[in-house]
Nanobody
Framework: QVQLVESGGGSVQAGGSLRLSCAASAYSSDNFCMAWFRQAPGMEREGVARIYIPYNITYIDDSMKGRFTISRDNAKNTVYLRMNSLKPEDTATYYC???????????????WGQGTQVTVSS
């Protein structure tokens, strides 16, 4: 049973940057895919980025392309989300998730972190 711990959230002004971290307790087929989702109050959970660990294949959702980057440090079992040019609409709780395949569906991920809050002010 993989455990995920997110960190790195906080408050930033529009145009600023943050780097989120997701540390996994172990590496197995249960977390071949690591993903970031976000959820703002009153909104549906939204996919942000995914990475297929064995081959380092990354996916960035359209609205975040050019601003967000997902990467990993395999030695630390850690995935990062670098967020640049942040906008107020990026304000949300960001969740790390792990699964066996890089699906776009949140329900396909079996393990979730506790979430880290990102607040972007104007």
């Amino acid at each position: 049973q993989v455990q995920l711990v997110e960190s790195g959230g906080g408050s930033v002004q529009a145009g600023g940057s943050l780097r989120l971290s997701c540390a996994a307790s172990a590496y197995s087929s249960d977390n071949f895919c690591m993903a970031w989702f976000r959820q703002a109050p009153g909104m549906e959970r939204e996919g942000v980025a995914r990475i297929y660990i064995p081959y380092n294949i990354t996916y960035i959702d359209d609205s975040m392309k050019g601003r967000f980057t997902i990467s990993r440090d395999n030695a630390k079992n850690t995935v990062y989300l670098r967020m640049n040019s942040l906008k107020p609409e990026d304000t949300a709780t960001y969740y790390c998730a792990a699964g066996r395949a890089c699906s776009q569906r949140a329900d396909d991920f079996g393990t979730w972190g506790q979430g880290t809050q990102v607040t972007v002010s104007s």
